[in-house]
């Protein structure tokens, strides 16, 4: 995953909140910190770093929550819009190859053995 994400300048956790903001955004959600990290399945502690880096890369924006002052509301750019599909492509791509059986016998034989299966 990390090598697929890598042209487009994303690691796994930055992809993961980048569209999961992206998502929320288009669900007419403006989430804050907590609430995307509660959606995205990560540590909100580790969230606040990665958002700062996303906010760096000019893919999101985080502003003011006018309801609480030391929350922000997390919305993503013109460029994080354009982004975040694509990376959703990339990522699908990746799991439609490795979890697709016959594409790859390795694969095929990994899963056997986790699940307990002897290979003969």
């Keep these: 995953m990390a090598a697929a994400l890598q042209p487009l300048d994303l690691t796994h956790v930055q992809f993961v909140l980048l569209a999961c903001t992206w998502w929320l955004n288009t669900h007419d959600e403006q989430p ?9 399945g990560i540590d909100v502690k580790m969230t606040s770093p990665v958002l700062r880096t996303l906010e760096a890369k000019g893919l999101i924006e985080r502003t003011t929550d006018p309801n609480d002052t030391r929350a922000k509301r997390l919305q993503v750019t013109v460029r994080g ?5 694509r990376a959703i492509e990339v990522v699908e791509q990746v799991d ?10 390795h694969t095929l034989q990994f899963l056997r053995q986790l699940a307990g299966e002897t290979t003969q």
């Design 81 to 85: 819009a354009a982004l975040a599909p």
């Design 32 to 40: 804050n910190q907590l609430r995307l990290s509660q959606q995205a």
């Design 96 to 105: 439609q190859t490795f979890f697709q059986p016959g594409l790859n016998p």
